[in-house]
Nanobody
Framework: QVQLVESGGGLVQAGGSLRLSCAAS????????MGWFRQAPGKEREFVAA????????AYSDSVKGRFTISRDNAKNTVYLQMNSLKPEDTAVYYC????????????????????WGQGTQVTVSS
């Protein structure tokens, strides 16, 4: 089993910043890619960012590219999402997820390939 616990969400004004953290336990964290997804009210969950097991490869959705940065610290079993220049449309519940497949060189944006999910953390951006 894998446990993922997100933290760092909250209320911020437009233009502000937040850093989300996702602490993992239960398996070899450093062997798996990690992703961040979000779900806004009334919308489907969507891909935000992903990082490979080594941290070398990353991917971002077009809506957050240039504003968000994903990173990981394998020594701390933690993945981060630094969110800058936040917009009201970034308001959502943010989830971290762990890829089911170890040592993949290319990160995936496909939700079905992520086997483990956290409970989510709310991010609210006011205008």
């Amino acid at each position: 089993q894998v446990q993922l616990v997100e933290s760092g969400g909250g209320l911020v004004q437009a233009g502000g910043s937040l850093r989300l953290s996702c602490a993992a336990s239960g398996r070899t964290f450093s062997s798996y890619a990690m992703g961040w997804f979000r779900q806004a009210p009334g919308k489907e969950r969507e891909f935000v960012a992903a990082i490979s097991w080594s941290g070398v490869s990353t991917a971002y959705s077009d809506s957050v590219k240039g504003r968000f940065t994903i990173s990981r610290d394998n020594a701390k079993n933690t993945v981060y999402l630094q969110m800058n220049s936040l917009k009201p449309e970034d308001t959502a519940v943010y989830y971290c997820a762990a890829d089911a497949r170890p040592y993949k060189l290319v990160v995936t944006t496909t939700q079905n390939l992520y086997a483990y999910w956290g409970q989510g953390t709310q991010v609210t951006v006011s205008s």
